[in-house]
């Protein structure tokens, strides 16, 4: 593992909590590893376990799922089918041989965005010493000419 | 062919500062499909938006991406633009390089390649955006007010007085609620029915107000705009249109001993009885559990009673009825918690022991002793008398962690009234703290220590017990550190306010959140505090939290406005951000019906052109889909999308990061 190593890390958040949240802390002016890319989304019931592969596929090093604290979900339970997919998708992570710390999932409101920057700080931190995520890059070829995505 | 527009905005300095524009200017000109990308200072001020509305239509673009602020702040604001460029303004996304990248971070080149990959990854969205249209969804313009106490009372006057209709529904048998069990209210002493039996009035009278008693709300189905709601008219067995209200029944009821719930049981009732005198309507209800003919299939009286024909029906039934709404606002109140679960203080157990609602009907002119306070054991006028405040609230043993709000306002009043009644009284308070925030509250609190001649003495009582026929009260005054032992005549508890029984059973019905008490939520306690998270409904009083009648009044005028508000519109219009769902492919499953948390989707039949039937679907009511897309990842055959967030555009989104 080189020393410049720099993660990417994708992360799918719901428009109501996590990104209001990492709006706060943008307007707290609090800083943070400049290596997330936010993909903005309604709600965490929107994200398929889909993106998340595809975003690994893409290169990220680790991905970030986060959104509403369980009981304050914008759309009532979104949140909760997001966690029951997560409980499933483990299992799907563990098949393909994704290692599960690849994978981070949060709860973070539009009030906390001091947690949103802890977070990740934490997240690139850990990425960092697991290393760069490549078994899916050499695979990307193969996987391309089959996807119709 | 995608001609896109990307527009980089410097924010002043607090993007430009971290961000290279020119770099990311110049990089993303290079990127595939876009035709245009430029700089500005401020792109929403006016020449700024000027420069992007000319570029649309000089390039004839077909998507623009804004990359400065959170789409938050100022999305609407370019979709506006977009539009009068003729462009539509869906066909728009912001790519937030301030709160997200400029902001939290300080390295140049760093923050310069994020902002690049941000903007890129939109511009590979936007490509794929779709033109959308505002949903319009039309409107019933009559409103229903569940719950008739003064939060309802209100808001279905004022409603009414705005020029629309309001059913006004309430399960006892008049309107009123707890406010006309009140003898005085604070802090002005002015007597509770004669200020508010005149609104009654006003609302059985109202043109525009149609007031169902003795009725209850048995389902709510539909969306803002368009419920339909179905209301239980329980059997009153007395024709609301024939009776006069003259009350003879009543007079000749043989059944005269049951304890009278308006009274809090101080006072008795006929089994045919109005709650109380001045109910509205003043028709009677025949108590079907208590009345001698339903018990034994003999009586008859007040029907022999009864000048006018057919008017007392022993066969009425429970009818329903379904109304189309637009908007709910519910005002369901509240109730006292049940003080058994103190058992150490004995109510119960000890007549003399009463709650502070008993006291309200006890110090009120048209009380079971007609506004002379008297002890419930013998009818003596009590010498001394114990208030206990926080009797149940702010006790997490007991289930109740909040502040009922009204208590320190009305012991006051109490002991004032009992004051005025009878001077050489004597009254203790025991209480915990004095919160008494509110216009004139805290004058009346100090009224009735320094005029009236309460005693107050902080702390908490850990029993009562009877000696020689006076109630012992033994607590501790926590200010001199010593135990207290106080000889009572009656005790008086400040008993913790609850919501309902069935408030969390009428929230489902309804469809709105509730607290771990069961008081309701509002969509945010300080900015949408009338709202529920179900748009369409609204809350009045102390159905959300412990009120008092002023901030009940006006959270009812505020929820009143909410619906004038979108009465005042011919359609609704909505963000287009809905599924739907591809006829084609549905396997119907219907896996996608149990993960809607709004039970927008239905079953629909495709039939052949003979209407036979092909194969059912599930279908999107797009008035009711508010656009989470939890069901578009439920989907097994991938036949949802979500407009707005489309499988496509989010794939693009994360292919160019």
Known sequence: ?149 | MAKIGVFVCHCGENIASVVDTERLVKEISEHPGVAVATEYKYFCSDPGQETVKRAIRENNLTGVVVSACSPRMHETTFRKACAEAGLNPYMLEMANIREHCSWVHSDKEEATDKAIEITRSLVEKVKRNNNLKPIEVPITRRAMVIGGGIAGIQAALDIAGAGREVVLVEREPSIGGHMSQLSETFPTLDCSQCILTPRMVEAIQHPNIRVMTYSEVESVDGYIGNFKVKVRKKARYVDMDKCTGCGDCIQKCPVKKIPSEFECGLGKRTAIYTPFAQAVPNVPVIDKDRCTYFKNGRCKICEKTCQIENCIDFEMQDTFEEIEIGAIVVATGFQIQDTSIYGEYGLGKYKDVITGLSFERLASASGPTGGVIRRPSDGEIPDTIVFIQCAGSRDPSKGVKYCSKICCMYTAKHAMLYAHKNHDGNSQIFYMDIRAAGKGYDEFTRRAIEEDGAEYLRGRVSKIYEENGKLMVRGVDSLLGKPVEVAADMVVLATAIVPQPDAKETAKKIGIGYDEYGFYNEAHLKLRPVETATAGIYLAGACQSPKDIPDSVAQASAAAAKVIGLFSRELLEREPVVASISDATCAGCFGCQMACPYNAIDVRDINDRNGNLIKQVADVNPGLCQGCGTCVTFCRSNSIDLAGFTEKQIFAEVMAL
């Open chain 1, 1 to 149: 593992m080189s020393e410049s190593f720099e993660p990417k890390i994708v992360a799918f958040v719901c428009t109501y909590c996590t990104y209001a949240g990492a709006d706060l802390a943008g307007t707290s002016r609090l800083k943070y590893a400049p290596n997330v890319r936010i993909v903005r989304l309604p709600c965490t019931g929107r994200i398929s376990p889909m993106f998340i592969l595809k975003a690994l596929q893409k290169g990220a090093d680790s991905v970030l799922v986060s959104g509403c604290h369980p009981g304050d979900c914008h759309f009532a339970a979104g949140n909760y089918h997001a966690r029951r997919r997560w409980t499933v998708f483990r299992a799907l992570l563990a098949f393909t041989g994704i290692p599960e710390e690849r994978i981070h999932f949060s709860w973070v409101s539009a009030a906390e965005g001091a947690k949103f920057a802890d977070l990740i700080n934490d997240i690139t931190e850990k990425t960092r010493k697991i290393g760069p995520f490549t078994q899916y890059q050499e695979l990307q070829k193969v996987i391309e000419t089959q996807s119709s995505y």
